[in-house]
């Protein structure tokens, strides 16, 4: 069994431009979560997605940020026209039920914007 | 809402000594879990151990163990005959249980030493 998956690990873009960050969850998983690390901080809590639905999304930024997570496919965390201030590492964990304390953590994907 | 709190940014310790991390947390859930999580250099989420709050024994895993003071809001993690590959940050973290939103402490540097 596959852990979560996220892709790239690495990504830089230049001010303005977009970043998309994926994460596969671990089969049989429909609850995502994404987190942010900013440099020599611990993590954040951004949002929670199950299928198709946006459960609680209090930590996402109010503009530029958004997250889906479709009934195929993997989640997506996208970030527009990103700013110096977005670079962190992006974390997404996957867990098999609301109620399950059981969350397992994708690599993270570095976003690097110059 | 939660805070969790870690007071000790950096910590060191000789290698098949012992060391003890200590975290403070907040919470106005009637029922929540408590986690620490190991970030080495790869920058890897680890799950090292895990409490359910309603449980009054202290978990342990291997040479990892806590020390849970439900009264205080104290959770401390203690690490026995440490290793070199202990080396790493270290997060503690708790949740409520209706789902898996996480709030993570600041982190501590943990260094072993040959």
Redesign the interface.
């Known amino acids: 069994n596959a852990g979560v998956m996220q892709n790239p690990r690495h990504l830089v873009r230049r001010r303005g431009q977009e970043a998309r960050l994926r994460c596969s969850p671990m089969k049989g998983h429909s ?1 995502v ?1 994404w ?1 942010r690390q900013l440099p020599e ?5 951004m949002v ?1 997605l199950q299928k198709e639905n946006i ?2 999304e209090s930590g996402m930024p109010k503009e530029r940020f958004s997250a889906e997570f479709p009934k195929e496919g993997p989640s997506i965390l996208r970030i527009q026209q990103v700013v110096r201030g977005d670079s962190a ?1 992006y ?1 997404c ?1 996957s ?1 098999p039920s ?4 059981e ?3 994708g ?2 994907t ?1 976003l690097t914007v110059t | 809402a939660q805070t969790v709190t870690q007071s000790q940014p950096e910590m060191s310790v000789q290698e098949a000594e012992t060391v003890t991390l200590s975290c403070t947390y907040d919470t106005s859930e009637n029922n929540y879990y408590l986690f620490w999580y190991k970030q080495p250099p790869s920058r890897q989420m680890i799950l090292v151990i895990r409490q359910e709050a309603y449980k009054q024994q202290n978990a342990t895993e291997n040479r990892f163990s806590v020390n849970f003071q439900k009264a205080a809001k104290s959770f401390s993690l203690k690490i026995s005959d440490s290793q070199l590959g202990d080396t790493a940050m270290y997060f503690c973290a708790s949740c409520g249980t209706s789902y898996g939103k996480l709030t993570f402490g600041q982190g501590t540097i943990l260094t072993v030493h040959p």
């Open positions: 609850h979560y987190y901080e611990g993590l954040k809590f929670y459960i609680d590492a974390f964990a867990s609301a109620d399950s304390y969350q397992y953590f690599p993270g570095r």
